[in-house]
């Protein structure tokens, strides 16, 4: 079984449905509303739908658009904190900041429990439609509360697998990239955090398919989150699991150790 997420009813999509129901009233269609602001069609059709969240900016100029006497702006407002995250990520979040264990392995940018505030602002400014500047600053910030998961007792314990192309990314510039790798530095010596590399240079991987995370909860379900282009898949079913398991376990074996990617860290740095 997959997705859970698909089944979830967000604020996000009941204001969205509000702002569709506001725009057939006023005898708009998504190409006319979008084109009065400057926006693609499929910006509109994204907030009605509920994947995209609709920012506080613009539920002010929609409600004076469409005459709704403010009612897009005071939901928007009104919007629970935990929802600040997109809703094909939501499931994935909440189950995060629950987990017994973590197991994560990234091939394209630092993990995001591990990014840097100015790392995570330069991964939000690559994404492609831009971020307008105040949904960047909320991602951003989201993000950096998503790391308080550390805080937590009992402990979450987690393993992270990145790749070395990652550290040589100068996401933000090389001063950004330079105090994200030290940051990586301090994170390898908690003592409930594990740090593994894998080397450019290893003739075998076992996930080429791409980057995943697997999650224990509290019950000790086992969960997979998977994440690509515009596309996210949450799975509970034991066979599935099962197999990326096998996977991450051969992907261990295959990385630095934490102690020679601590020292790969280190040379990086030149220390």
């Given at each position: 079984?997959?997705a859970?997420?698909?089944?979830?009813?967000?604020?996000?999509?009941?204001?969205?449905?509000?702002?569709?129901a506001?725009?057939?009233?006023?005898?708009m269609?998504?190409?006319?509303?979008?084109?009065r602001?400057?926006l693609?069609?499929?910006?509109i059709?994204?907030?009605?739908q509920?994947r995209?969240?609709l920012?506080?900016?613009?539920?002010?100029?929609?409600d004076?658009?469409?005459d709704?006497?403010?009612?897009?702006?005071?939901?928007?407002?009104?919007?629970?904190k935990?929802?600040r995250?997109?809703?094909?990520v939501?499931?994935?979040?909440?189950?995060?900041?629950?987990?017994?264990?973590l197991l994560?392995?990234?091939s394209?940018v630092?993990?995001g429990?591990?990014?840097?505030?100015?790392?995570?602002?330069?991964?939000f400014?690559?994404q492609?439609?831009p971020l307008?500047?105040?949904?960047?600053?909320?991602?951003?910030?989201a993000?950096?509360?998503?790391k308080?998961?550390?805080?937590?007792?009992?402990?979450?314990m987690a393993?992270f697998?990145?790749?070395?192309?990652i550290?040589?990314?100068?996401?933000g510039?090389?001063a950004?990239?330079h105090e994200?790798?030290?940051?990586?530095r301090?994170?390898?010596?908690l003592?409930?955090?594990?740090?593994?590399?894998?080397p450019?240079s290893?003739?075998?991987?076992?996930?080429?398919?791409g980057?995943?995370?697997?999650?224990?909860?509290?019950d000790h379900?086992?969960?997979a989150?998977?994440?690509?282009q515009?596309v996210?898949v949450l799975?509970d079913?034991?066979d599935e699991?099962?197999?990326?398991?096998?996977?991450?376990g051969?992907?261990r074996?295959?990385?630095l150790?934490?102690?020679?990617?601590m020292?790969?860290l280190?040379?990086?740095?030149?220390?």
């Amino acid at each position: 079984m997959q997705a859970k997420r698909n089944k979830r009813v967000t604020s996000w999509h009941v204001i969205g449905a509000q702002l569709a129901a506001f725009r057939k009233a006023a005898g708009m269609t998504q190409v006319s509303l979008a084109d009065r602001f400057g926006l693609g069609e499929d910006t509109i059709a994204s907030i009605e739908q509920g994947r995209r969240p609709l920012q506080s900016d613009f539920a002010v100029k929609l409600d004076a658009l469409l005459d709704t006497k403010k009612a897009l702006q005071v939901a928007v407002e009104k919007v629970p904190k935990k929802e600040r995250f997109p809703a094909f990520v939501q499931d994935f979040i909440e189950y995060e900041q629950e987990a017994l264990t973590l197991l994560s392995y990234e091939s394209m940018v630092v993990p995001g429990l591990l990014q840097t505030e100015a790392y995570a602002r330069a991964v939000f400014a690559s994404q492609y439609p831009p971020l307008e500047s105040d949904e960047l600053e909320e991602r951003v910030a989201a993000r950096l509360d998503r790391k308080r998961v550390f805080e937590r007792r009992p402990r979450l314990m987690a393993n992270f697998l990145i790749e070395e192309s990652i550290l040589h990314r100068p996401l933000g510039g090389r001063a950004v990239l330079h105090e994200q790798i030290r940051h990586l530095r301090r994170c390898a010596e908690l003592p409930f955090l594990g740090l593994q590399i894998m080397p450019t240079s290893r003739e075998t991987h076992a996930a080429v398919d791409g980057p995943m995370v697997l999650l224990e909860t509290p019950d000790h379900d086992q969960l997979a989150y998977i994440e690509g282009q515009r596309v996210s898949v949450l799975l509970d079913d034991p066979d599935e699991v099962s197999v990326l398991h096998q996977k991450y376990g051969m992907l261990r074996s295959q990385a630095l150790s934490p102690e020679e990617s601590m020292r790969l860290l280190d040379d990086l740095l030149g220390e």
